[in-house]
T-cell receptor, first 112, second 114 residues
Framework: NAGVTQTPKFRVLKTGQSMTLLCAQD?????MYWYRQDPGMGLRLIHY???????AKGEVPDGYNVSRLKKQNFLLGLESAAPSQTSVYFC???????????FGSGTRLTVV | KQEVTQIPAALSVPEGENLVLNCSFT??????LQWFRQDPGKGLTSLLL?????REQTSGRLNASLDKSSGRSTLYIAASQPGDSATYLC?????????????FGKGTKLSVIP
């Protein structure tokens, strides 16, 4: 099925460990986004990309890095995980000229 | 900075009732406004998108309106059903940013009681 796929769906990390979250979309969308969702805070934008090879900071970028080496993939990296990064992470994509976002099903990350 | 507020935070209604969810935003220079549905432990499903030049959009039992000048949107759900129980999120897209960034409200958690 066409859409946005996030891997992994769940992960538990120890403080200081690193990991990469993968977002893959098969809709040929130009724009891709990483959001985090925390209780009482709503969804907040971490980083985004307007095309292959480009990335930009969102509202809460500290502690995260991203890469968009291929148009269909957007990677979110945590170099040294902290308990404050415990959250549910959502990837989304949209095509220029079309309306409406497509969201992945999320990655639930716990940092202990 | 754009701020999006959704009222009420939670709502419980008996099955069959019509209901209205409210969304307000502080900066009227928006590109469009979207309503999403989120089921527990799931991702977001787009329900309706209203472009800044539009006043409303309808899909089935859902109707969303937009008043840019007053910074408000409403989502009307007719003849509510237990399957409508979910969290409803409102999000506005910045105008002129060129990157289609969304600013979300914190959502309204709806419970429809059979």
């Amino acid at each position: 099925n066409a859409g946005v796929t996030q891997t992994p769906k769940f992960r538990v990390l120890k403080t200081g460990q690193s990991m990469t979250l993968l977002c893959a979309q098969d809709m040929n969308h130009e724009y891709m986004y990483w959001y985090r969702q925390d209780p009482g805070m709503g969804l907040r934008l971490i980083h985004y990309s307007v095309g292959e090879g480009t990335t930009a900071k969102g509202e809460v970028p500290d502690g995260y890095n991203v890469s968009r080496l291929k148009k269909q993939n957007f990677l979110l990296g945590l170099e040294s995980a902290a308990p404050s990064q415990t959250s549910v992470y959502f990837c989304a994509s949209i095509s220029q000229g079309l309306k409406g976002y497509t969201f992945g099903s999320g990655t639930r990350l716990t940092v202990v | 900075k754009q701020e999006v507020t959704q009222i009420p935070a939670a709502l419980s209604v008996p099955e069959g009732e019509n209901l209205v969810l409210n969304c307000s935003f502080t900066d009227s220079a928006i590109y469009n406004l979207q309503w999403f549905r989120q089921d527990p432990g799931k991702g977001l499903t787009s329900l309706l998108l209203i472009q800044s030049s539009q006043r409303e959009q309808t899909s089935g039992r859902l109707n969303a309106s937009l008043d840019k000048s007053s910074g408000r949107s409403t989502l009307y759900i007719a003849a509510s059903q237990p399957g409508d129980s979910a969290t409803y999120l409102c999000a506005v897209e910045r105008s002129g940013a060129g990157s289609y960034q969304l600013t979300f409200g914190k959502g309204t958690k709806l419970s429809v009681i059979p």
